[in-house]
């Protein structure tokens, strides 16, 4: 089992940045990948980004390309999402999420979820 938590998440305006981390604890964490995941109000599940076990190999979503970048630190069993110029449409909840493979992460089928944390952007 791997437990993940999300922290990091709050209020910011728009153009702002905040940093989520996710922490995780349980099995080797470095064996996993990990991505973020975000859900709005009313919409379903989005990928955000994705990154490997070993963190050289990261992808992300047309919509945040240059602005968000995703890395991890495996001494510390923990990933994080470097959100930069944040707009009203980045309001969501963020989701960290883990598994064996990449294409699972990548894919929204991992095995591991974390409870999430509320990122709002105010315009």
């Known amino acids: 089992q791997v437990q993940l938590v999300e922290s990091g998440g709050g209020l910011v305006q728009a153009g702002g940045s905040l940093r989520l981390s996710c922490a995780a604890s349980g099995r080797t964490f470095s064996n996993y990948a990990s991505g973020w995941f975000r859900q709005a109000p009313g919409k379903g599940r989005e990928f955000v980004a994705g990154?490997?076990?070993?963190?050289?190999?990261?992808y992300d979503t047309d919509s945040v390309k240059g602005r968000f970048a995703i890395s991890r630190d495996n001494a510390k069993n923990t990933v994080y999402l470097q959100m930069n110029s944040l707009k009203p449409e980045d309001t969501a909840v963020y989701y960290c999420a883990a598994d064996a493979k990449l294409q699972a992460v990548l894919a929204g089928r991992s095995d591991y979820w974390g409870q999430g944390t509320q990122v709002t952007v105010s315009s």
């Open positions: 990154i490997n076990w070993s963190g050289g190999s990261t």
